[in-house]
């Protein structure tokens, strides 16, 4: 796949991992896991991008005597996922443009 291709789906996935709640890194990979495999050393790059985008917010909270960042989508976050809906409707017709079949007449 398109590595910019593959970025965008990543960066939107993210932000749907942590759409109705606050989460953090280890459990958004879970949450993820059954739709796409993403690793830990590949989730938080993504999470610095969105940050530094105005995408999420990062809070530190105590957890088990250890601090622990958890990641809350901002209404621009919101935003951006309802923008990819729209797009995939764009993608789609392109998929189904290239993968459909020609009969001998056309």
């Known amino acids: 796949m398109d590595i910019q291709l593959k970025r965008g789906l990543l960066d ?4 749907a991992a942590i ?4 989460s953090y890194g280890y459990q958004i990979v879970k949450d993820m896991k ?3 495999e993403i690793s830990e050393s590949t989730l938080y790059p993504i999470l610095r991008r969105l940050e530094s985008a105005e995408l999420l917010t990062v809070r530190k909270a105590e957890h088990n005597g250890r601090l622990r960042k958890y990641y809350h989508i901002t209404p621009l976050g919101l935003a951006r996922i309802e923008a990819f809906k ?8 392109i998929y189904q443009f290239i993968t459909r079949e020609v009969s001998e007449d056309e």
């Open 12 to 15: 939107v996935c993210v932000l």
């Open 86 to 93: 729209e797009e995939w409707q764009e993608i789609l017709a």
């Open 19 to 22: 759409k109705t709640e606050d």
């Open 34 to 36: 059954p739709y796409v």
